[in-house]
């Protein structure tokens, strides 16, 4: 009787001890996997996150850098642009009444001189400006 009863026991006790291994298992591989699947949201998220932000940032400053570098130069040229036309038109009325109120040789030098600056380049503008006003 007494033996019966130590290997019922003992039946017993293996018994518990698998189904504490197995619920210890199956309890560890349930948390761990939600850890990691956790984990891996989390990873993914910011990962997402992160690089919608640096695309986002880096096409916003791309853009703005863009627009107020073409805004730059579209004002650069128009305000040079306008600048050239009014001096040119300064130029062309100076010379037209110079020339209307003084005909002479000098006057030819002065129109060969204007004519090369308007033809050929803006290059000696300002040593003609310099020769018209101070000489």
Request: contains cysteine; glycine residues 0%; neutral net charge.
């Amino acid at each position: 009787m007494s033996i019966l009863v130590l290997v019922f026991i003992f039946i017993l006790t293996l018994i518990f001890i698998f189904i504490f291994i197995f619920i210890s298992i199956f309890i560890f591989i349930f948390i761990f996997t939600f850890i990691f699947i956790f984990i891996f949201i989390f990873i993914y998220i910011y990962i997402y996150i992160y690089i919608y932000i640096y695309i986002y940032i880096y096409i916003y400053i791309y853009i703005y850098i863009y627009i107020y570098i073409y805004i730059y130069i579209y004002i650069y040229i128009y305000i040079d642009i306008y600048i050239c036309l009014y001096l040119y038109l300064y130029l062309y009325l100076y010379f037209y009444f110079y020339f209307y109120l003084c005909l002479n040789l000098y006057s030819y030098l002065h129109l060969y001189l204007y004519l090369r600056l308007y033809l050929h380049s803006n290059l000696y503008l300002y040593l003609y400006l310099y020769l018209y006003l101070y000489l």
